[in-house]
C-alpha cells in the first residue's frame, strides 16, 4: 500500500478552553456550549453530535432579550444584600428564584418584592463553613424550589411557604451546576468533584402515587468541577474546567439500544485549527488568541515500518503572530507556497505577505482590507497562491486576486436568495477552476471560478458536511458527512461517481459508521489517483478505490503485517480501506508529497499537565 | 432542626381571653377551629387577619379537644364526655350538652381514628388514680366504657398515651412513671355494649425513661412495630428521643436534645415534631420493616453463589408454638385460627391437613412417609406455614415423648430452606442435646441467623465428641478434601533458605524457639503435614467456621471452651493455613471450603478469648510459636508487597518515559 515518512507533531500546545455553560433547546434538538474563552460552539445532536457553528466572542458576557418591538425595563426587584448568582423562573412566570450567598430569595414578579428569603445552613460536615453560595437553582411548577450550594448540599424547599423539605449532603465540595428535565421528573446536578448525579422522581412503594425525589445514578466523567450540566428528554450533559463535553444517555430512555445509546465524550473541535504550506513543510497552528508557524524538520536517513529515524534538522518555530485586542481568531490558512498567511476575527480580517531570506523570515501587513472582508469564517488559498477565497459570515463567497504584494477583488458569490446561511466548508481544485462552498445545512454548491457563477448543486443531504477536498486531474469532490457517509461526486459530469454509487449500494462496514468523531480532512495522492487520504481524531485511513470494499464480516482495522501468507488468503482479505491508528488523538494529517506524511497530534495528557489541578481526593482511606 | 423558622400565619386573641384547646385545621373547609374561655368557638381561614371578626359560636358547655382528622369533619369532644360533629353542634350552638362521665372523673388524653371508613374516638379518663377508657363509635352512637387495670404496680401514674389502631383491636400504649411502658389491647367493636368491662394492660418496654423526669415525658406510635419517646433514660442524664422497635425490644435509635424538651411529641407524614430549647424540630423518622435480622444489625452475607439462596427475612406471619414471648397469645390464636380456616377453604390441599394430623399420633415412620408426600407436591401457596406448623408440631411432641426423634423428617425439612432459627430454635436445641452432630451441621450450614451461643454449643460438641461415635454418623464431607494425598499443579515450590530481597523467613528467629523447634524437626514435619482431626471432625468444625458470626457476641461463650479443645481447635486452623499457602491461589481444594480469612479470624478469635489458658499449656507451646511466625511472616509478606509496588511504579514511570517520544519525531509507517 505505500510506506511513507511521518513526522509526528506533537508541540501543537493546544489546550482547548474549560465548558463554563451549556443549553439544550429540545425543538431543534441542539445544544449550545459557551466556554471561558468566550466561544460559543453549536452541536446538533440530531446529526451524530456533530459541532455544527463556532461562535467567537470577545470574552464579555452580553445580554439580549428578545421582544417583537422592543426591549423594556420593567421593575427593579427588592434590592438584595448580596450579588445574586443563579435564577430559576417558576415556569408560569409569576415567581423567580434567585440564588445568593447565605439565601435564597423567591420573589412576586407582579409586585415585585421579596415574598420569601430561606436561609441556606452554612454548615459543611459538621464544620461553619464562612459563606454559603447557591450556585444553583431550579423552580418547579409545583412550586418546590432546588437548589445547590457551595456547602455539597441539594436541598428542595417549598416556595409557598419558604420551608425546607429535604436536603441531601452529596459532597465534600461544591454542587455548581443544576438542569431539570421538561417533564419535572429527574434533574442532574454537577460538582466540583467531577461527578454528576442523577435524582429522580420515584414512587415511595411500587403502585404508589405518593413520589420522592431519590438520587439514583452517580457518574464520573470528569477530572475537575462541572460547572454547567443540561438535561434533555434522553441524555445527561455536562461540561466544565476538563474542557471535555460528556453526554451520557440515559439507558431507560433510550428506545433502541444503538451505537446512539453509548456515552460521549467531545474533547476537540470538530474543525481544523491547523493549515499546512507543503513546499515549504511549514505548519500554522490556530489559537485563541495568537498564530503559530513552524517549519518541520527532516532526516536523511530510512527506515523499515515502526523506526523513528535520527532527525539531522529538528522543528523550528518561525513565528509567533499574536492579534490585537480581545477577540478570538476564527479562522486562519497559509498557502500551499507558504508565502501568504491570513485570519479573521469577529470584526476584522488579516493578510501577511511572508519573505523568506536563508532563515530570516519577514512579515509584512498587506493594509487597506476592504470592508466588505470583515470578518470571515473559512479562507482558502488556491493552489498556485494566486486566488485568495473567502467566506464571510454575511454569505457572501468573496474571491480576491492576489499578485506580489498585492490584491485585488474580483467577485463576490451572493448567498442563494432567500437564505442567509454562510458557508463554512470551501474546498478548491488543484487547476483552480472549481470552487466548493458548504454551510451547515444548505448543501455543496459547486462555482465555476473561470466563470464566475454557480455551476451545480449536490443534491441535498440530511448530515452535515464535515470535510470535503476536489480529487486533482478528475475534480471529483469527495464530501465527508457528520454520519460518515462519504460520498464521491464528479464536478464536471455533474452527478456521483459509479465508485460512490458502488459505496452506497453495498454500505459501508458498520465498524466505519461507529466511529464518533467526525473526519475533520480529505487529501489525495499526487501520484495515486485512487486513492483518498482522511482522518479523524482517531485514526487515518487511505481509501483504495481499486480495491473491494469491506463487508461486515471481513476484518476492518488490522493492525498486523501479513506474515508468509499465500497470496490467496492476503487477495482475498485485502480491502479498500487502509487505516492506521498510531497516532491519536489526531487533530490534523496531510500529505506533504509523495513519500511524507505529516501528523499533529495532541495527547491528552499534555492537555491534562496544563490544566489546574483537580480536588484532591483521598486515596485508600489514608 | 428547621434551619429557617418562621410563623406563616399568626393570629391572636384579645387581652383576657385565654385559648383553652389547641387550634386545630377543618381538612375539609381549609379553615382553623380554636377555642377560647372554654366555651368560645372561633373558626377563620388563612385570609382572615384579626381572629376577634371571624365567625364566633358560643357554646353552652366547656370544650375538651377538638378532634379533627384528614376526610371527615371535626368532633368537639366536651369535658363531661359527649361528643358532637362540628357541623351539628353549628346548627344550634346552644343545644344542650350531655354530661357522660361521672363527677371528679377528669378526662386526661383522647385521640380520634378512622376504621373502615367509620371515626372512632377514644378517650381516657382518671378518676381517684383510676383510669377508664371511653371508645365512642361515632357512626354507631355506641359509647363503651372500660375499666383500665394496672395490674401489680397499682401505685403508678400514667404519665403519656399513644394509640396505634388494626383492624379489631385499638392498642392503647401508656407510659408509666416507673418509666415502663404497657400496652392495652381494646376491642373496636364491643363484645356488650352495657357491661362495664374491664381491661389489663401488659408490659411491653421496661424503664425507658427514667421514673423521675421533670419537663415531663411523651411517647407517639409511629407504626404497628414502632413508638418514639421523648425523656431523659437515667436520672440524671439529658433528655433524648428514642425510637424503639417493640416487637423485639431494640433500641432502634436516639438522639440527644440538650436544650430540654417539653414533653410534647407529634409524628405526622414520617416526620417527628417535637420542642427543643426554644425551637421546633423536626425529625424525618421512616420505619423500616421491622425484621429480627435488622433489629439486630446482623444480616447474613457472602452466599456462596452456587448454594440455594435462603429467605433472609421470616414470615412474621406464620404461626409459631415458640412464637416471641411477649407476643400476645389470644392475637396469635387468633391468627392460628384464622389460617385454620382458610386452609380447610382449599378444598384440593388435604395433604397439609393430614400431615398435621399424622405428626400427632402416627409413628416415625408413617410421619416420614406422609412428609415425603407433601414434599414431592408442588410447592402449594401455603408450603411455608405448613412446613413452620410440621416442624413446631414434631418439635412439641419430642419434648413431650423423650424417645420420638424423627431425625429423617426434620432433615428433610430442613432441606427444604424455609426454615430458620428463629422459627424454630427447639429444633437446635434438641440437637444438641442428642449429640445429633449431623443435624447440626445441616442446620450450620441452613440456617442465617443462628446465635452466637448455639454456634458455640455446636463447637463444643464437635469438638468433645468422640472418634468412634463420629464414624458411626453421616456428616456431609464437601466441605472437606482428603488432605492426605493430595498432589496439585499449583503446589508451590517449598521454599525454606532463599533469601528474598532482604529477608529470610528463617533469619530473625527467637533463639530459645530455635533450639525446641531443633529438638523435634520430624515432629514439626509430622505436625504441618498430616491433619490433627479425623476427616468427619473436619468437616464439623468447617461448617463452624461457615457460620456467620458476631465478635462481640461470640468471644465471651468461646471462653467457655475447654483448653484441650481450643488447642485441638487451633491445631486444625493451623494446619488449614498452611494447606492454603502451599496454594498459589490461597485457597483449599474442594467445593465449599472454609477461606483464608474465615480460617484467620478464628485463629484470631480463640487466641483473644483463651490467650492466658493457651499460653500456660506445655502442649500448646509449639503451636503459639508457629502462630507467632505465621503472623510475623506475614507482616513481612505485605512490607514486601509494599516494597514491590514502589519497584513496580518505578518502572511504569519509566516505561511511560520511553513510550513519550518527545515532541517531535519522524517515524516509517507502512500501511498494509
Redesign the interface.
Known amino acids: 500500500m505505500g510506506e511513507f515518512k511521518v513526522h509526528r507533531v506533537r508541540f501543537f500546545n493546544y489546550v482547548p478552553s474549560g465548558i463554563r455553560c451549556v443549553a439544550y433547546n429540545n425543538q431543534s434538538n441542539r445544544l449550545a456550549v459557551s466556554r471561558t474563552d468566550g466561544t460559543v460552539e453549536v452541536y446538533n445532536l440530531s446529526a451524530n453530535y456533530f459541532q455544527e457553528k463556532v461562535g467567537c466572542e470577545d470574552g464579555s458576557v452580553k445580554l439580549f432579550q428578545i421582544t417583537p418591538d422592543k426591549i423594556q425595563f420593567e421593575r427593579n426587584f427588592d434590592r438584595q444584600k448580596s450579588r445574586i448568582l443563579s435564577l430559576s423562573w417558576h415556569p408560569s412566570g409569576t415567581h423567580v428564584a434567585a440564588g445568593s450567598i447565605d439565601y435564597i430569595s423567591v420573589f412576586d414578579v407582579k409586585s415585585g418584592s421579596a415574598i420569601h428569603k430561606m436561609i441556606v445552613d452554612r454548615q459543611h460536615m459538621g464544620v461553619s463553613k464562612r459563606k454559603c453560595i447557591v450556585w444553583g437553582v431550579a423552580f418547579l411548577s409545583d412550586g418546590t424550589v432546588i437548589s445547590v450550594d457551595s456547602a455539597g448540599k441539594v436541598q428542595f424547599w417549598d416556595s409557598a411557604t419558604g420551608t425546607l423539605v429535604k436536603s441531601h449532603l452529596i459532597a465534600n465540595a461544591d454542587v455548581q451546576s443544576i438542569a431539570v428535565a421538561e417533564q419535572e421528573d429527574s434533574f442532574v446536578v454537577g460538582t466540583a468533584e467531577g461527578t454528576v448525579f442523577h435524582f429522580q422522581l420515584v414512587p415511595v412503594t411500587s403502585n404508589s402515587s405518593e413520589k420522592q425525589w431519590v438520587r439514583t445514578k452517580p457518574f464520573q466523567h470528569h477530572t475537575h468541577d462541572v460547572r454547567t450540566v443540561a438535561h434533555s428528554p434522553t441524555a445527561l450533559i455536562s461540561g466544565g474546567t476538563d474542557t471535555h463535553l460528556v453526554i451520557r444517555p440515559l439507558m431507560e430512555k433510550v428506545e433502541v439500544k444503538n451505537y446512539d445509546a453509548a456515552l460521549r465524550k467531545i474533547t476537540f473541535p470538530h474543525r481544523r485549527l491547523i493549515s499546512c504550506s507543503k513546499k515549504r513543510q511549514l505548519l500554522l497552528f490556530q489559537f485563541a488568541h495568537h498564530l503559530e508557524l513552524w517549519r518541520l524538520g527532516s532526516t536523511v536517513a530510512t527506515g523499515k515500518n515502526g523506526d523513528t529515524l535520527p532527525l539531522s534538522k529538528n522543528a523550528d518555530h518561525l513565528l509567533h503572530l499574536k492579534t490585537k485586542g480581545p477577540e478570538n481568531i476564527i479562522c486562519s490558512c497559509i498557502s500551499l507556497c507558504g508565502s501568504w498567511i491570513a485570519y479573521s476575527t469577529v470584526s476584522r480580517f488579516f493578510l501577511y505577505r511572508l519573505n523568506y531570506e536563508h532563515d530570516n523570515i519577514s512579515l509584512k501587513r498587506v493594509s487597506k482590507m476592504p470592508p466588505f472582508l470583515r470578518c470571515a469564517l473559512q479562507i482558502l488559498f488556491s493552489e498556485d497562491s494566486t486566488k485568495l477565497f473567502v467566506a464571510s459570515n454575511q454569505g457572501a463567497l468573496h474571491i480576491v486576486q492576489l499578485s506580489g504584494g498585492s490584491f485585488k477583488h474580483l467577485h463576490a458569490f451572493q448567498p442563494q436568495s432567500g437564505t442567509v446561511e454562510a458557508m463554512c466548508l470551501l474546498a478548491v481544485s488543484s487547476d483552480g477552476n472549481w470552487l466548493a462552498a458548504s454551510g451547515t445545512s444548505a448543501g455543496v454548491h459547486v462555482y465555476n471560478v473561470k466563470q464566475l457563477k454557480l455551476h451545480c448543486t449536490v443534491p441535498a443531504y440530511n448530515f452535515p458536511v464535515t470535510a470535503m477536498a476536489i480529487a486533482p486531474n478528475t475534480n471529483n469532490l469527495v464530501i465527508a458527512h457528520s454520519d460518515q457517509q462519504v460520498f464521491e461526486y464528479s464536478i464536471p459530469d455533474k452527478q456521483y461517481t459509479d465508485w460512490s454509487r458502488t459505496v452506497q449500494k453495498q454500505g459501508f462496514h458498520h465498524l466505519w459508521l461507529q466511529r464518533d468523531t467526525p473526519i475533520t480532512h480529505i487529501s489525495f495522492h499526487p501520484k495515486r489517483p485512487m486513492h483518498i487520504l482522511l482522518h479523524d481524531a482517531y485514526m487515518f485511513c487511505i481509501i483504495d478505490k481499486s480495491l473491494p470494499l469491506p463487508n461486515d464480516k471481513t476484518l476492518l482495522y488490522n493492525p498486523f503485517p501479513p506474515t508468509n501468507e499465500s497470496d490467496v488468503v492476503r487477495r482475498r482479505t485485502a480491502h479498500a480501506f487502509k487505516i492506521s491508528k498510531i497516532y491519536k488523538p489526531l487533530l490534523f494529517m496531510d500529505l506533504l508529497d509523495e513519500r511524507t506524511l505529516v501528523a499533529v497530534e495532541r495527547p491528552l495528557d499534555d492537555i491534562i499537565a496544563q490544566l489546574p489541578p483537580p480536588i484532591k481526593k483521598k486515596k485508600f482511606g489514608t | 432542626m428547621?434551619?429557617?423558622q418562621?410563623p406563616?400565619g399568626s393570629w391572636s386573641v384579645k387581652q383576657g381571653q385565654i385559648i383553652t384547646c389547641p387550634a386545630v385545621c377543618n381538612f375539609q373547609t381549609r379553615e382553623y377551629i380554636v377555642v377560647h374561655d372554654n366555651k368560645v368557638l372561633r373558626i377563620w381561614n388563612n385570609e382572615d387577619v384579626n381572629l376577634d371578626k371571624v365567625f364566633k359560636a358560643t357554646l353552652s358547655a366547656e370544650v375538651y379537644r377538638i378532634l379533627s382528622v384528614q376526610g371527615t369533619e371535626p368532633l368537639v369532644l366536651f369535658k363531661e364526655g359527649a361528643v358532637r360533629g362540628l357541623e351539628a353542634l353549628l346548627a344550634d350552638p346552644q343545644q344542650k350538652i350531655e354530661t357522660v362521665i361521672s363527677d371528679e372523673e377528669v378526662i386526661k388524653w383522647t385521640k380520634f381514628f378512622i376504621v373502615f371508613r367509620h371515626p372512632v374516638l377514644i378517650f381516657i379518663t382518671e378518676k381517684h388514680g383510676n383510669y377508664f377508657a371511653y371508645v365512642q363509635m361515632f357512626n354507631s352512637r355506641i359509647l363503651t366504657k372500660y375499666t383500665l387495670l394496672l395490674g401489680q404496680d397499682e401505685n403508678s401514674v400514667i404519665e403519656s398515651f399513644t394509640a396505634s389502631v388494626d383492624r379489631k383491636f385499638i392498642s392503647l400504649m401508656s407510659l408509666s412513671s416507673d418509666g415502663c411502658i404497657y400496652e392495652t389491647l381494646i376491642p373496636i367493636r364491643p363484645t356488650d355494649p352495657e357491661k362495664n368491662q374491664t381491661l389489663v394492660r401488659s408490659l411491653l418496654l421496661k424503664a425507658v425513661v427514667s421514673g423521675n423526669t421533670r419537663n415531663g415525658v411523651a411517647l407517639t406510635a409511629l407504626d404497628q412495630d414502632h413508638i418514639a419517646v421523648l425523656g431523659s433514660p437515667q436520672a440524671a442524664s439529658k433528655e433524648c428521643l428514642s425510637v424503639w422497635n417493640i416487637k423485639f425490644q431494640t433500641l432502634q435509635t436516639s438522639k440527644e436534645l440538650p436544650q430540654g424538651t417539653s414533653g410534647q411529641l407529634w409524628y405526622y407524614g414520617e416526620n417527628l415534631f417535637m420542642l427543643h430549647g426554644k425551637s421546633l424540630t423536626v425529625i424525618?423518622y421512616k420505619c423500616e420493616v421491622s425484621s429480627l435480622a435488622g433489629a439486630l444489625g446482623k444480616l447474613k452475607h457472602g452466599q456462596d453463589p452456587g448454594t440455594h439462596v435462603m429467605p433472609r427475612f421470616v414470615n412474621w406471619e406464620t404461626p409459631q408454638g415458640c412464637g416471641l414471648g411477649f407476643q400476645n397469645s389470644e392475637q396469635s390464636r387468633r391468627i392460628l385460627r384464622r389460617r385454620k380456616i382458610e386452609v380447610s377453604l382449599q378444598p384440593e390441599v388435604p395433604p397439609s391437613k393430614q400431615l398435621l394430623s399424622t405428626i400427632m399420633e402416627d409413628s416415625e415412620k408413617h410421619i416420614e412417609v406422609e412428609v415425603r408426600k407433601f414434599l414431592a407436591l408442588k410447592q402449594t401457596p401455603d408450603f411455608h406455614t405448613v412446613i413452620g406448623d410440621t416442624v413446631t408440631g414434631l418439635l412439641e411432641r419430642c419434648k413431650a415423648e423423650p424417645s420420638f426423634y424423627p431425625r429423617n423428617c426434620l432433615m428433610q425439612l430442613i432441606q427444604t430452606h424455609v426454615l430458620s432459627y428463629s422459627l424454630c430454635p427447639d429444633l437446635m436445641e434438641i440437637a444438641l442435646i442428642k449429640k445429633d452432630v449431623q443435624l447440626l451441621q445441616l442446620c450450620l450450614q441452613q440456617f442465617p441467623d443462628i446465635p452466637e451461643s448455639v454456634t458455640c454449643a455446636c463447637l463444643k460438641i464437635f469438638l468433645s465428641i468422640g472418634d468412634d461415635s463420629l464414624q458411626e454418623t453421616d456428616v456431609s464431607m464437601e466441605s472437606v478434601f482428603d488432605y492426605s494425598n493430595s498432589v496439585h499443579d499449583e503446589k508451590m515450590e517449598e521454599q525454606t533458605e532463599i533469601l528474598q530481597n532482604g529477608f529470610s523467613p528463617e533469619e530473625d528467629k527467637c533463639s530459645n524457639c530455635d533450639q525446641e523447634l531443633n529438638k523435634k524437626p520430624q515432629d514439626e514435619t509430622k505436625e504441618s503435614t498430616s491433619c490433627p482431626v479425623v476427616p468427619k471432625r473436619a468437616a464439623l468444625l468447617n461448617a463452624i467456621l461457615h457460620s456467620a458470626y458476631s465478635e462481640t457476641f461470640l468471644l465471651p461463650h468461646l471462653k467457655d471452651i475447654p483448653a484441650q479443645h481450643i488447642t485441638l481447635f487451633l491445631k486444625y486452623l493451623y494446619f488449614l493455613y498452611l494447606k492454603c499457602s502451599e496454594n498459589a491461589t490461597m485457597t483449599l481444594p474442594g467445593i465449599h471450603p472454609p477461606t483464608l480469612n474465615q480460617i484467620m479470624d478464628w485463629i484470631c478469635l480463640l487466641l483473644d478469648a483463651n490467650f492466658t489458658v493457651v499460653v500456660m499449656m506445655p502442649e500448646a507451646k509449639r503451636l503459639l510459636i508457629n502462630l507467632y511466625k505465621l503472623v510475623k511472616s506475614q507482616i513481612s509478606v505485605y512490607s514486601e508487597l509494599n516494597k514491590i509496588e514502589v519497584s513496580f511504579r518505578e518502572l511504569q514511570k519509566l516505561n511511560q518515559e520511553k513510550n513519550n517520544?518527545?515532541?517531535?519525531?519522524?517515524?516509517?509507517?507502512?500501511?498494509?
Open positions: 428547621v434551619s429557617d418562621k406563616l424525618p517520544r518527545g515532541l517531535y519525531s519522524i517515524e516509517v509507517l507502512e500501511l498494509f
